[in-house]
Protein backbone atom coordinates (compact mmCIF):
# COMPACT_ATOMS: atom_id res chain seq x y z
CA UNK A 1 0.00 0.00 0.00
CA UNK A 2 1.27 3.34 -1.03
CA UNK A 3 1.31 6.05 1.41
CA UNK A 4 -1.59 8.94 0.74
CA UNK A 5 0.83 12.38 1.85
CA UNK A 6 3.03 13.37 -1.22
CA UNK A 7 6.46 15.26 -1.33
CA UNK A 8 4.78 18.16 -3.15
CA UNK A 9 3.15 19.04 0.05
CA UNK A 10 6.32 19.44 2.24
CA UNK A 11 7.17 23.06 0.24
CA UNK A 12 3.36 24.72 0.85
CA UNK A 13 3.67 23.68 4.33
CA UNK A 14 6.87 25.00 5.23
CA UNK A 15 5.90 28.28 3.31
CA UNK A 16 2.55 28.37 5.60
CA UNK A 17 4.53 27.97 8.48
CA UNK A 18 6.56 30.91 7.47
CA UNK A 19 3.74 32.84 6.92
CA UNK A 20 4.60 33.36 3.11
CA UNK A 21 3.47 32.56 -0.58
CA UNK A 22 4.33 28.62 -1.78
CA UNK A 23 6.36 28.44 -4.67
CA UNK A 24 4.16 29.64 -7.24
CA UNK A 25 4.14 26.29 -9.12
CA UNK A 26 2.76 24.84 -6.56
CA UNK A 27 -0.78 24.14 -4.91
CA UNK A 28 -0.61 26.55 -1.79
CA UNK A 29 -3.35 24.10 -0.34
CA UNK A 30 -1.85 21.26 -0.22
CA UNK A 31 -0.92 21.26 3.22
CA UNK A 32 -0.13 18.51 5.89
CA UNK A 33 -2.59 19.39 7.60
CA UNK A 34 -1.49 17.84 11.38
CA UNK A 35 2.34 19.80 10.92
CA UNK A 36 -0.08 23.00 10.13
CA UNK A 37 -2.09 22.58 13.54
CA UNK A 38 0.74 21.72 15.22
CA UNK A 39 2.40 25.06 14.15
CA UNK A 40 -0.34 26.81 15.11
CA UNK A 41 -0.45 25.52 18.55
CA UNK A 42 2.74 26.34 18.83
CA UNK A 43 3.20 30.06 17.43
CA UNK A 44 -0.33 31.37 18.29
CA UNK A 45 -2.17 33.73 16.25
CA UNK A 46 -0.37 36.66 15.66
CA UNK A 47 3.67 34.57 15.11
CA UNK A 48 5.07 33.00 12.72
CA UNK A 49 8.12 30.16 12.19
CA UNK A 50 11.05 32.34 12.02
CA UNK A 51 13.65 29.56 11.83
CA UNK A 52 13.92 26.31 10.23
CA UNK A 53 16.20 23.02 9.91
CA UNK A 54 15.39 20.84 7.46
CA UNK A 55 17.95 17.86 7.72
CA UNK A 56 17.64 15.83 4.32
CA UNK A 57 19.25 12.49 4.95
CA UNK A 58 19.17 10.17 1.74
CA UNK A 59 17.26 7.45 0.80
CA UNK A 60 16.19 6.44 4.37
CA UNK A 61 12.65 4.39 3.78
CA UNK A 62 9.92 4.13 5.51
CA UNK A 63 10.33 0.04 5.83
CA UNK A 64 13.92 0.59 7.86
CA UNK A 65 11.64 3.04 10.43
CA UNK A 66 9.22 0.11 10.49
CA UNK A 67 11.99 -2.65 11.16
CA UNK A 68 14.73 -0.73 13.38
CA UNK A 69 12.87 1.96 15.30
CA UNK A 70 15.59 2.39 18.20
CA UNK A 71 17.75 3.35 15.53
CA UNK A 72 15.15 6.35 15.37
CA UNK A 73 14.83 7.00 18.89
CA UNK A 74 16.75 10.15 19.08
CA UNK A 75 14.42 11.54 16.06
CA UNK A 76 11.53 10.59 17.94
CA UNK A 77 12.54 12.67 20.82
CA UNK A 78 13.36 15.48 18.91
CA UNK A 79 9.78 15.68 17.30
CA UNK A 80 6.11 16.05 17.48
CA UNK A 81 5.11 13.32 14.66
CA UNK A 82 6.11 11.20 12.12
CA UNK A 83 4.19 11.41 9.07
CA UNK A 84 3.97 8.26 6.35
CA UNK A 85 5.25 10.16 2.63
CA UNK A 86 4.84 8.97 -0.56
CA UNK A 87 7.63 10.18 -2.87
CA UNK A 88 7.92 10.81 -6.69
CA UNK A 89 8.87 8.85 -9.48
CA UNK A 90 11.30 8.09 -10.53
CA UNK A 91 12.71 7.57 -7.25
CA UNK A 92 16.11 8.89 -7.25
CA UNK A 93 17.27 11.99 -5.61
CA UNK A 94 17.41 15.11 -7.81
CA UNK A 95 13.94 14.29 -8.81
CA UNK A 96 12.49 13.55 -5.36
CA UNK A 97 14.29 16.91 -4.29
CA UNK A 98 13.23 19.33 -6.73
CA UNK A 99 9.42 18.36 -5.67
CA UNK A 100 10.39 18.45 -2.36
CA UNK A 101 11.67 22.24 -2.60
CA UNK A 102 9.19 23.20 -5.28
CA UNK A 103 5.95 21.56 -4.49
CA UNK A 104 5.19 20.17 -7.91
CA UNK A 105 5.81 16.85 -9.89
CA UNK A 106 8.88 16.30 -12.29
CA UNK A 107 6.42 16.58 -15.23
CA UNK A 108 6.30 20.34 -14.03
CA UNK A 109 9.56 20.71 -11.97
CA UNK A 110 11.39 19.45 -14.81
CA UNK A 111 13.78 16.52 -13.66
CA UNK A 112 12.34 13.74 -15.01
CA UNK A 113 15.35 11.50 -14.37
CA UNK A 114 19.30 11.32 -13.03
CA UNK A 115 20.39 14.60 -13.93
CA UNK A 116 21.65 17.78 -11.78
CA UNK A 117 20.71 20.83 -13.90
CA UNK A 118 20.04 23.78 -12.11
CA UNK A 119 16.44 24.36 -11.52
CA UNK A 120 14.44 27.23 -13.77
CA UNK A 121 11.18 26.99 -11.32
CA UNK A 122 9.76 28.48 -8.62
CA UNK A 123 11.32 27.27 -5.57
CA UNK A 124 10.65 27.59 -1.62
CA UNK A 125 14.30 29.30 -1.23
CA UNK A 126 13.15 31.81 -3.79
CA UNK A 127 9.98 32.56 -1.93
CA UNK A 128 12.60 32.69 1.15
CA UNK A 129 14.85 34.86 -0.25
CA UNK A 130 12.03 37.63 -1.90
CA UNK A 131 10.36 37.40 1.65
CA UNK A 132 13.78 38.77 3.15
CA UNK A 133 14.37 35.70 5.08
CA UNK A 134 18.10 34.33 4.84
CA UNK A 135 18.52 30.47 3.48
CA UNK A 136 21.22 28.57 3.17
CA UNK A 137 22.04 24.94 1.72
CA UNK A 138 24.95 23.11 3.31
CA UNK A 139 25.71 19.70 1.20
CA UNK A 140 28.80 17.95 -0.27
CA UNK A 141 29.69 19.09 -3.72
CA UNK A 142 28.96 16.58 -6.35
CA UNK A 143 25.35 15.68 -4.80
CA UNK A 144 21.99 16.76 -6.21
CA UNK A 145 21.52 19.24 -3.44
CA UNK A 146 24.55 20.94 -3.65
CA UNK A 147 23.33 21.12 -7.36
CA UNK A 148 19.90 22.02 -8.47
CA UNK A 149 19.09 24.69 -6.31
CA UNK A 150 22.11 27.08 -7.54
CA UNK A 151 22.07 30.23 -8.81
CA UNK A 152 19.97 32.29 -6.23
CA UNK A 153 21.32 35.33 -4.10
CA UNK A 154 21.87 32.83 -1.21
CA UNK A 155 24.94 30.99 0.46
CA UNK A 156 25.62 27.71 -0.26
CA UNK A 157 28.18 25.83 2.07
CA UNK A 158 29.67 23.17 -0.30
CA UNK A 159 31.90 20.71 1.27
CA UNK A 160 34.14 18.63 -0.93
CA UNK A 161 33.74 15.35 1.14
CA UNK A 162 30.12 14.35 2.92
CA UNK A 163 31.75 13.51 5.82
CA UNK A 164 32.38 17.42 6.34
CA UNK A 165 28.57 18.31 6.18
CA UNK A 166 28.06 17.83 9.89
CA UNK A 167 31.07 20.28 10.95
CA UNK A 168 29.97 22.79 8.55
CA UNK A 169 26.57 23.07 9.40
CA UNK A 170 27.29 23.32 13.34
CA UNK A 171 29.96 25.69 12.46
CA UNK A 172 27.12 27.84 10.41
CA UNK A 173 24.39 27.54 13.75
CA UNK A 174 27.18 29.51 15.95
CA UNK A 175 27.21 31.94 13.81
CA UNK A 176 23.36 31.51 13.38
CA UNK A 177 23.48 34.04 9.65
CA UNK A 178 20.69 32.17 8.47
CA UNK A 179 16.68 31.91 9.19
CA UNK A 180 16.51 28.42 6.85
CA UNK A 181 19.10 25.83 6.63
CA UNK A 182 18.82 22.42 4.40
CA UNK A 183 21.30 20.27 5.86
CA UNK A 184 21.93 17.16 3.47
CA UNK A 185 23.77 13.93 4.50
CA UNK A 186 23.81 11.06 1.65
CA UNK A 187 26.03 8.84 4.23
CA UNK A 188 23.18 5.70 4.25
CA UNK A 189 22.61 5.99 0.33
CA UNK A 190 26.19 5.60 -0.56
CA UNK A 191 26.88 2.91 1.54
CA UNK A 192 23.87 1.15 1.01
CA UNK A 193 24.24 1.47 -2.69
CA UNK A 194 27.42 -0.76 -2.52
CA UNK A 195 26.87 -2.91 0.47
CA UNK A 196 23.04 -3.46 0.70
CA UNK A 197 20.48 -1.76 2.53
CA UNK A 198 20.54 -4.09 5.72
CA UNK A 199 24.10 -4.46 6.07
CA UNK A 200 25.99 -4.04 9.30
CA UNK A 201 27.34 -0.93 7.84
CA UNK A 202 24.65 0.78 6.22
CA UNK A 203 22.47 0.20 9.12
CA UNK A 204 25.41 2.20 10.83
CA UNK A 205 24.62 5.08 8.88
CA UNK A 206 21.28 5.48 10.23
CA UNK A 207 22.69 5.83 13.67
CA UNK A 208 24.89 8.56 12.45
CA UNK A 209 22.31 10.46 10.69
CA UNK A 210 19.70 10.13 14.58
CA UNK A 211 22.35 10.84 15.62
CA UNK A 212 23.50 14.66 13.75
CA UNK A 213 19.67 15.20 13.62
CA UNK A 214 19.85 15.13 17.44
CA UNK A 215 22.99 17.16 18.38
CA UNK A 216 21.95 19.91 15.34
CA UNK A 217 18.20 19.95 16.33
CA UNK A 218 19.84 20.62 20.48
CA UNK A 219 22.03 23.18 19.18
CA UNK A 220 19.73 25.15 17.01
CA UNK A 221 16.63 24.76 19.74
CA UNK A 222 18.81 25.97 22.50
CA UNK A 223 20.41 29.17 20.70
CA UNK A 224 16.86 30.07 19.07
CA UNK A 225 14.88 29.73 22.29
CA UNK A 226 17.08 31.69 24.33
CA UNK A 227 16.63 34.28 21.46
CA UNK A 228 12.98 34.38 21.56
CA UNK A 229 12.36 32.56 17.75
CA UNK A 230 9.87 30.62 17.28
CA UNK A 231 11.44 27.25 15.14
CA UNK A 232 10.88 24.46 12.72
CA UNK A 233 12.65 21.00 12.55
CA UNK A 234 11.89 18.56 10.34
CA UNK A 235 13.53 14.93 9.25
CA UNK A 236 12.78 15.10 5.31
CA UNK A 237 14.44 12.67 2.93
CA UNK A 238 13.89 12.24 -0.55
CA UNK A 239 13.12 8.26 -1.35
CA UNK A 240 13.19 4.52 0.20
CA UNK A 241 15.41 1.90 -1.05
CA UNK A 242 15.62 -1.70 -1.55
CA UNK A 243 18.21 -4.59 -2.63
CA UNK A 244 18.17 -5.72 -6.26
CA UNK A 245 19.09 -9.34 -7.23
CA UNK A 246 22.56 -9.55 -5.95
CA UNK A 247 22.27 -7.60 -2.68
CA UNK A 248 22.70 -4.32 -3.49
CA UNK A 249 21.21 -1.22 -2.31
CA UNK A 250 19.17 0.43 -5.08
CA UNK A 251 16.49 2.85 -5.55
CA UNK A 252 14.36 4.03 -8.37
CA UNK A 253 11.15 2.23 -8.93
CA UNK A 254 7.57 2.36 -8.41
CA UNK A 255 7.79 -0.55 -5.37
CA UNK A 256 6.83 0.69 -2.14
CA UNK A 257 10.37 0.19 -0.13
CA UNK A 258 11.42 2.96 -2.41
CA UNK A 259 7.86 5.48 -2.71
CA UNK A 260 7.01 4.76 0.92
CA UNK A 261 8.88 7.52 3.36
CA UNK A 262 8.66 8.60 6.57
CA UNK A 263 9.17 12.70 7.24
CA UNK A 264 9.28 13.58 10.98
CA UNK A 265 8.26 17.40 11.96
CA UNK A 266 8.99 18.99 15.34
CA UNK A 267 8.89 23.07 16.82
CA UNK A 268 11.23 24.75 19.13
CA UNK A 269 9.52 23.26 22.47
ZN1 LIG B 1 18.62 10.05 -2.78
Known amino acids: MLNS ?9 ISRAFGIEAPKLSVPDEILKPVENMISDYCGAN ?7 IYNPDA ?11 KFAKVIN ?12 PSVTPVCFATIY ?11 RYEKPVLKVDTLFDRLIENGKKPVIIAPKECSMSKIFKEREMDYIITNDSDLCFDAALEALNDDRYDFYA ?12 EGVEAEISLKQID ?19 EGYKSLFAWITDHG ?22 HFWGTGD
Open 208 to 226: INADHFDRLVKKARSKWNK
Open 5 to 13: YINTSVAPT
Open 102 to 112: TGVMPSVHGIQ
Open 60 to 70: VALWLYQKYTD
Open 241 to 262: CHNDEIGRGTHGSDLEEDLNIV
Open 183 to 194: IYEGNYDSVMHG
Open 78 to 89: NTRMALPMRTVM
Open 47 to 53: RKIEKAL
